[in-house]
């Protein structure tokens, strides 16, 4: 298969992964779960991107699929003081993706990111490679080489 966004940005930067693909169910709506099932990988190694409005503007949060995205520390982490679930259609728009297909990386339009420390946990962490059925595994420095990303205490 051709590669995607994400697979072109980390390729041209230099930056290594590894391609995991797997058979995706259209029934299935917990994507992350679903990739770590498929994948044989702990849950908290796989990570989901999720975009919110911080005052205004775009922020990405990259949170393990195992909790959930804490708006009030995204919103504090990008220098907000508000944060609200971006709209799908408009996530969608603004990176290119699908929702269950959304990479932090090679996104259509830059956005501030922001990485949930744990990641750092990991040698290695897991996160959509822009479609479903697709995920990149890369070390957890590379994600945030390759999206810019800060890291703080986003999860809950």
Known sequence: MPGTPATVALTAAGIPFTEHAYLHDPAVTDFGREAA??????????????????????????????????????????????????????????????????????????HPTVLDETAELWDTVFVSGGRRGLDLELAPADLVRATSAILADIAR
Do not use: H, N, W
């Open 37 to 110: 099932d498929a994948l044989g990988v702990e849950p908290d190694r796989v990570f989901k991107t999720l975009l919110a409005d911080v005052d205004g503007r775009l922020v990405v949060g990259i949170v393990p699929v195992t909790g959930k995205l804490d708006l009030k520390a995204l919103a504090a982490a990008a220098g907000g003081k508000r944060a609200v679930m971006a709209d799908a259609a408009l996530a969608e728009r603004r990176t290119g993706y699908v929702v269950g297909g959304i990479s932090p990386i090679g996104q259509k339009t830059t």
